[in-house]
């Protein structure tokens, strides 16, 4: 399990804590260096900050297809403050590299996986803070909560308030996944809820939509699935919550991710654009949000012809994610980016 912070042991006198990089900007001080003053309150200021949530199936070069797939996603779409990768798998081992993996960011990550026995591969949560960002500071994971053992549902908060970042399991007839997506939508809207006004935003691959529009699979009208619909449902209406993605383009499906299957009877290749991930904001920041990039449209996804070799096996659309430098990066999603203020 990840390293967390135990808030009920901030104040605490009976082990030393780490100084919080902080300054109280209400307050003049005479002790810091104007020009170090200068340079935080530039950082420090309301904004605007930019969050990425990703569906990146892994981080680490033995899960991924490029070891350097967070930094090349830095170095394409400038500075970003936080990066929230959903199913993010890490394993015993690995935790170490992950966690070095950006330079200039620290990482929290609410799950490391056992390698014995083999545990779900959505496990885990991976929160990417750059140093110098308003974000950072007196930044923390909190704890997960029992109903959720493999860190499915990360928090991490700061003084400006909490971002949580999900990877909510298919609701299918599994019995693994169905059983845990059923104890996660009974809990996840109240954690959400608990936040309350310091909540900035809850991402990530919700695997659930509103609309038969955004998702094609054949068990749309399931009962699982529908349960699980509703819940979403409910949970952005209760709690007064804007999916800016679909705010933004109301008439576009917006899609985040591309699967395939091999279809037996046809034998060939089936490829679809699957559910998209979220990124929902409560309403009262919703005017705060400056701007949205889902970048489907450009080379992070393209189009594949059939090969020569086997032409009906692969005939049809074929879709897959790249990096900026064409690199395969498997089953990543395409990441969504928002720039918002904090006043």
């Known amino acids: ?203 990530g691959d919700l695997n659930a939509t509103l609309s038969k529009t955004l998702d094609s699979t054949k068990w749309f009208g399931g009962p699982r699935y529908t349960v699980s619909r509703t819940t979403l449902e409910n949970c952005i209406n209760n709690l007064h919550l804007v999916d800016v993605v679909r705010n933004r383009w109301p008439a576009t499906a917006k899609y985040t991710a591309f699967q395939s299957r091999f279809d037996d009877k046809k034998q060939k290749m089936v490829y679809w654009r699957a559910r998209p991930d979220y990124v929902l904001v409560p309403q009262g920041r919703a005017s705060r949000v400056e701007d949205v990039v889902v970048p489907d449209g450009e080379q992070w996804v393209r189009h594949i012809p059939a090969p020569a070799s086997q032409p009906k096996r692969y005939e049809g659309e074929r879709y897959i994610s790249v990096d900026k430098e064409g690199t395969l990066c498997g089953s990543d999603h395409v990441p969504i980016v928002v720039t918002m203020r904090l006043s």
């Open 1 to 203: 399990m990840a390293e967390v912070v135990d808030l009920t042991a901030i104040n605490s006198d009976d082990e030393p804590q780490r100084a919080a990089p902080t300054i109280d900007l209400t307050k003049d001080s005479d002790d810091e260096p104007p020009v170090k003053r200068a340079r935080r309150d530039e950082t420090a200021a309301d904004g605007p900050i930019k969050i990425v949530a990703w569906n990146a199936s892994g981080v680490t070069h033995k899960s991924g297809k490029n070891r350097d797939k967070l930094a090349r996603l830095v170095q394409r779409i400038g500075r970003v403050d936080a990066i929230v990768v959903a199913e993010c798998t890490v394993k015993r081992g690995e935790e170490a590299a992950a966690r070095a993996l950006l330079p200039g960011y620290d990482c929290y990550i609410t799950h490391v996986q056992e390698t014995t026995p083999r545990e779900h591969r959505g496990a885990g949560v991976a929160f990417y803070i750059r140093r110098d960002s308003v974000l950072a500071r007196n930044g923390r994971l909190l704890p997960s909560a029992p109903w959720d053992r493999l860190g499915m549902v990360g928090q991490y908060s700061c003084d400006v308030g909490v971002i949580v970042g999900a990877y909510l399991p298919t609701p299918t007839n599994k019995n693994q996944d169905a059983a845990l997506r059923e104890a996660l939508d009974d809990e996840y809207p109240l954690l959400v809820k608990s936040h309350g006004h310091r909540l900035l935003c809850f991402c």
